[in-house]
C-alpha cells in the first residue's frame, strides 16, 4: 500500500456495474465482499477494489477521510 494508492480510492469511479460512477472509497461493503469472493478484475481497478475491501473489512475506512476533497 502506498500514499498514491490511498489518493485513487478518493478519486477513482467505479467504470461499470451496478455502481457505475461512484467513488471506488464509497462503495458499499457487500460489493467489495461480492468482488473478493467472485474474484478481482485484473489491473489498476482489481488492486484498488482489493485495497478498498481490505479497508473497509478491517474498519479502517475513516483513514480515507482526511484525503476526501483534496
Known sequence: MNPESLQLLVSRVMP???YKGRLIADLPG???NWF???GFPHGELGALLAL???LD???LSSLLDP???R
Do not use: P, V
Open 30 to 32: 457487500n460489493y467489495l
Open 36 to 38: 473478493a469472493r467472485e
Open 16 to 18: 461499470y456495474g451496478k
Open 57 to 59: 473489512h478491517n474498519g
Open 52 to 54: 478498498m475491501h481490505e
Open 67 to 69: 484525503l476526501r476533497g
